[in-house]
């Protein structure tokens, strides 16, 4: 039996739509299913609970990386696999496993039941699949999920683009500030930092690629560390950082470990999965082999 958790608001509405179009071929192929709808925030765990303590072999989130990642964190450790229907706007977890936003063809991937052990992030005490953010995309998720313009791209099946009006933003304004970064037990300081983004996958952010070599089954955190004072050597970077291709430059560092601290001098925003979830200081940990996606 699959269970599926629904976020028909998901995408502005695309989550209705998507849901509909399941329906139907669950029903024509005859599947057996029960469904359940979320109606605010956090429901998505609850309802997954819910299905933990029935006959379902396989819970199925429709919906963005809010959805997937409230439906994951009910299932760390618990062996059962997580199917996803994308229906968000950013769907980078999605996207990092090479689920596309077709919806007959992530159906037809459940199907085939090839259920695969990931890692997940663990930051403080949240779980998260793709990128914890620290620093500037903080404020790049905090002003992208307030912003109006949100809808409207949703609306038009632009809903990247809505992060990256939002880096623009948060561009004009932004100032860095001297950040410690403790990896497995190892201090390094750095001056006037952006931003520290610790990766289980690639991508983030409407699939742009901080962290290119991250692999969410290696047991290791990738972290990337933006910084230096003027921000035009970090602005001429970001057409690379898009695609992954700025991992030779003097004011990109990368590292990798199981366990990292980060502390800034003033307080940063904390982002994971593009929900913000908190402020410095704060510990991301590796937890191997966590999750059981298909
Ligand atoms: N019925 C609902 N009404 C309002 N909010 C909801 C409802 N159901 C779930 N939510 C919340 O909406 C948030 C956003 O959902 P979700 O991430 O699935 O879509 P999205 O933001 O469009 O996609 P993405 O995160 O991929 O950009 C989630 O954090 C979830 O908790």
Not at 69 to 86: D, R, T
Not at 88 to 102: E, K, P, Q, V, Y
């Given at each position: 039996?699959?269970?599926?958790?629904?976020?028909?608001?998901?995408?502005?509405?695309?989550?209705?739509?998507?849901?509909?179009?399941?329906?139907?071929?669950?029903?024509?192929?005859?599947?057996?299913?029960?469904?359940?709808?979320?109606?605010?925030?956090?429901?998505?765990?609850?309802?997954?609970?819910?299905?933990?303590?029935?006959?379902?072999?396989?819970?199925?989130?429709?919906?963005?990386?809010?959805?997937?990642?409230?439906?994951?964190?009910?299932?760390?450790?618990?062996?059962?696999?997580?199917?996803?229907?994308?229906?968000?706007?950013?769907?980078?977890?999605?996207?990092?496993?090479?689920?596309?936003?077709?919806?007959?063809?992530?159906?037809f991937r459940i199907f085939k039941n090839n259920p695969k052990k990931i890692d997940v992030l663990q930051t403080g005490d949240r779980c998260g699949l793709t990128v914890t953010g620290i620093g500037f995309d903080g404020k790049v998720a905090e002003t992208a999920n307030e912003s109006p313009y949100k809808k409207w791209f949703n609306m038009f099946g632009l809903g990247r683009l809505s992060y990256t009006v939002s880096v623009l933003q948060v561009l004009k304004s932004f100032k860095p500030v001297n950040v410690t970064l403790t990896i497995d037990g190892r201090q390094r300081v750095f001056t006037d930092v952006w931003l520290t983004a610790v990766a289980n996958a690639p991508n983030y952010g409407g699939n742009i690629l901080i962290c290119p070599e991250a692999v969410n089954n290696d047991g290791c955190l990738d972290i990337c560390v933006l910084h230096g004072r003027n921000k035009w050597p970090l602005i001429r970077q970001i057409p690379k950082i898009y695609r992954g291709k700025h991992t030779s430059n003097e004011n990109i560092s990368f590292f990798r470990g199981t366990n990292v601290d980060v502390h800034s001098v003033i307080p940063f925003l904390v982002q994971s999965d593009g929900e913000l979830i908190g402020e410095t200081p704060v510990r991301v940990q590796i937890i191997k082999e966590a999750l059981t996606v298909l």
């Open positions: 039996m699959y269970g599926f958790i629904v976020n028909k608001t998901a995408g502005s509405g695309k989550g209705h739509n998507i849901w509909k179009k399941t329906e139907k071929e669950l029903k024509r192929k005859k599947v057996p299913y029960i469904v359940a709808f979320t109606k605010e925030p956090n429901d998505a765990g609850r309802l997954t609970d819910d299905l933990l303590n029935s006959s379902v072999k396989i819970v199925v989130a429709v919906g963005g990386d809010g959805t997937v990642n409230e439906a994951a964190a009910a299932l760390v450790h618990k062996g059962i696999p997580l199917g996803i229907i994308p229906a968000g706007s950013g769907n980078d977890f999605a996207r990092s496993l090479g689920i596309t936003g077709n919806t007959q063809q992530a159906l």
